[in-house]
T-cell receptor, first 112, second 114 residues
Framework: AQSVTQPDIHITVSEGASLELRCNYS??????LFWYVQSPGQGLQLLLK??????LVQGIKGFEAEFKRSQSSFNLRKPSVHWSDAAEYFC??????????FGAGTTVTVRA | DTGVSQDPRHKITKRGQNVTFRCDPI?????LYWYRQTLGQGPEFLTY????????KSRLLSDRFSAERPKGSFSTLEIQRTEQGDSAMYLC????????????FGQGTRLTVV
């Protein structure tokens, strides 16, 4: 079965600093990969997705992610974090029947 | 607002009571999904519909859970004889049916069983 692993449970970053969130996937073929963000008590908002093609994908809110097949990774990055980026971030992969499998999430805290 | 909407946003119920949640997907989306999210975890798949047909149910969905999507529009998720372990956020999502599509999520229904 397809799955993703997010090794970092919690990350604290200073406002204005760069952010990188790790995601590793397990799947033989080229996976469909997603990053979602969730603010407290809210639903999930899609940041970006990778289906095929260019391995560096741009998303909303200044986020980008890079698909690296050799490392089975799809890490999320942002060059300069804003206080409003404090949230929980989920990496997910999708099977051929459209079900999403999520990682456990990484909570991002932004300090002033 | 043309996004996925869920009702109610919050529900507190006593153990043993039945509850029903509603999800209205994005109007042109033929696929609808239910997920459950417990504190500190990622969402877990429960079930999904293509139009009005329920195509798969997770083993997480015990006999006390039932979902419907009459006429392929809105969907309901009912939990009978609620237990404290049912306390969670229930998320609904919808998508188009093609390969290169993504799921859009609603705000969720937070269920607390006391």
């Amino acid at each position: 079965a397809q799955s993703v692993t997010q090794p970092d449970i919690h990350i604290t970053v200073s406002e204005g600093a760069s952010l990188e969130l790790r995601c590793n996937y397990s799947y033989g073929a080229t996976p469909y990969l997603f990053w979602y963000v969730q603010s407290p008590g809210q639903g999930l908002q899609l940041l970006l997705k990778y289906f095929s093609g260019d391995t560096l994908v741009q998303g909303i809110k200044g986020f980008e992610a890079e698909f690296k097949r050799s490392q089975s990774s799809f890490n999320l990055r942002k060059p300069s974090v804003h206080w409003s980026d404090a949230a929980e971030y989920f990496c997910a992969t999708r099977s051929n029947d459209y079900k999403l499998s999520f990682g456990a999430g990484t909570t991002v805290t932004v300090r002033a | 607002d043309t996004g996925v909407s869920q009702d109610p946003r919050h529900k507190i119920t006593k153990r043993g009571q039945n509850v029903t949640f509603r999800c209205d997907p994005i109007s042109e989306h033929n696929r609808l999904y239910w997920y459950r999210q417990t504190l500190g975890q990622g969402p877990e798949f429960l079930t999904y519909f293509q139009n009005e047909a329920q195509l798969e149910k997770s083993r997480l969905l015990s006999d006390r859970f039932s979902a419907e999507r009459p006429k392929g529009s809105f969907s309901t998720l009912e939990i009978q004889r609620t237990e404290q372990g049912d306390s969670a956020m229930y998320l609904c999502a919808s998508s188009l049916g093609g390969q290169n599509t993504e799921a859009f999520f609603g705000q969720g229904t937070r269920l607390t069983v006391v």
